[in-house]
């Protein structure tokens, strides 16, 4: 597919009263809203609930930028989002991911040594909750070793918000980077 189903809503001209947010989310981000909040935007009501989630995870979240950028990253890759890996790459890098920690979080297999103990908690939860849809007590244990229960339980929020966001990208047809 070379498009996406949907039109992507005009910048300039976003619908029902979400010319404010627009505006929030250009001067956030240093640049118009991207194809992504576009495509959304189709939808206002439910793109203020995705945009009000997405914000308080990547704003207001507890969780280290590493870890949480790592587990969007492996997230993605789970559920075969070109863009929102593409999107989540550069806040990795300034995250303090590097080359080989990029390349790593989207093998298949994961390395245990590529990622500090926490990390591999995070990612492999992500695994879990992609494979099973939950998690098992071994699974639980292992995140509560590294994570206090309101992190574990931000982890399983981010893990579901980016399942959803993926298969919302994916399902309305949006792989690349569209100006």
């Given at each position: 597919?070379?498009?996406?189903?949907?039109?992507?809503?005009?910048?300039?001209?976003?619908?029902?009263?979400?010319?404010?947010?627009?505006?929030?989310?250009?001067?956030?981000?240093?640049?118009?809203?991207?194809?992504?909040?576009?495509?959304?935007?189709?939808?206002p009501a439910l793109?203020?609930?995705?945009?009000?989630?997405?914000?308080?995870?990547?704003?207001?979240?507890?969780?280290?930028?590493?870890?949480?950028?790592?587990?969007?990253?492996?997230?993605?890759?789970?559920?075969?989002?070109?863009?929102?890996?593409?999107?989540?790459?550069?806040?990795?890098?300034?995250?303090?991911?590097?080359?080989?920690?990029l390349a790593a979080?989207?093998?298949?297999?994961?390395?245990?040594?590529?990622?500090?103990?926490?990390?591999?908690?995070?990612?492999?939860?992500?695994?879990?909750?992609?494979?099973?849809?939950?998690?098992?007590?071994?699974?639980?244990?292992?995140?509560?070793?590294?994570?206090?229960?309101?992190?574990?339980?931000?982890?399983?929020?981010?893990?579901?918000?980016?399942?959803?966001?993926?298969?919302?990208?994916?399902?309305?047809?949006?792989?690349?980077?569209?100006?």
């Open positions: 597919m070379t498009g996406t189903r949907m039109t992507l809503v005009d910048a300039d001209r976003p619908p029902d009263g979400l010319k404010p947010v627009f505006d929030r989310v250009a001067a956030h981000y240093g640049r118009p809203p991207g194809a992504a909040h576009r495509l959304l935007a189709n939808h793109y203020r609930q995705w945009l009000g989630t997405g914000s308080e995870l990547l704003v207001s979240g507890k969780l280290p930028a590493r870890t949480r950028e790592l587990v969007i990253l492996r997230t993605a890759g789970n559920c075969k989002c070109a863009y929102e890996r593409r999107s989540h790459e550069a806040a990795a890098r300034d995250a303090g991911v590097d080359d080989a920690q979080v989207q093998s298949p297999v994961l390395d245990a040594s590529a990622f500090d103990p926490g990390e591999l908690a995070a990612l492999r939860c992500a695994d879990r909750l992609w494979a099973d849809a939950t998690l098992d007590g071994a699974a639980w244990a292992e995140l509560r070793r590294h994570f206090e229960p309101p992190l574990a339980e931000e982890l399983l929020f981010l893990v579901g918000h980016y399942v959803a966001t993926a298969f919302l990208l994916n399902g309305l047809g949006l792989q690349e980077h569209l100006a």
